[in-house]
């Protein structure tokens, strides 16, 4: 969580931004992530780790079934911002962004079957999309735009049933 694998006095935290977007870059890739918390001198946890602890396990606790029981997608990522996952049975490809979009994400290397329904994990609303060449377009409607402006996540997770494995 910090610059040091031991206690260092007043260490300086990553925030919890950086430790979910970690999080998210080491499980696209098929890995596990190993985070260190160290202890102080008296055996206790300083209250960043704690803080930071608490911020992964609230996007957890939405976002988890995009990281636990995955595994690596065929294309572990889209550009820069964009990390896939996949239900370890296949039944849903799980698409990561770091971006909070505007209007539209585009995705370069999921096209889903053209019967199923696009959803962004902690909103219960399908999302409008549609496929263009070989690209999927989903629309961002304005009231997730508002959730994401309220500070709804540190990564939006799209669930996506994928035509093809």
């Not at 006095?9 to 931004?17: A, C, F, G, I, R």
């Not at 409607?141 to 508002?146: A, F, L």
């Not at 994401?148 to 049933?161: D, Q, R, T, W, Y």
């Amino acid at each position: 969580m910090t610059q040091s694998w031991g206690y260092v006095k007043d260490p300086v935290y990553k925030s919890s931004e950086q430790l979910i977007h970690i999080l998210i870059e080491v499980v696209s890739r098929g890995g596990n992530l190993l985070l260190n918390v160290g202890s102080t001198p008296e055996g206790t946890l300083e209250e960043e780790a704690l803080k930071r602890m608490e911020e992964i396990g609230e996007w957890l606790k939405v976002n988890g079934e995009a990281i636990y029981e995955t595994r690596s997608y065929k294309t572990f990522r889209d550009g820069n911002k964009i990390r896939y996952t996949l239900k370890k049975d296949s039944s849903y490809v799980y698409a990561v962004t770091f971006d909070l979009p505007d209007e539209e994400l585009i995705l370069n290397n999921v096209i889903p079957k053209s019967e199923s329904d696009m959803f962004l994990i902690g909103y219960n609303k399908p999302l409008d999309w549609i496929r263009k060449n070989d690209r999927m377009i989903i629309r961002i409607p304005d009231e997730v735009k508002i959730m994401i402006g309220a500070g709804l996540s540190h990564a939006l997770v799209f669930k996506i049933k994928p035509s093809k494995q």
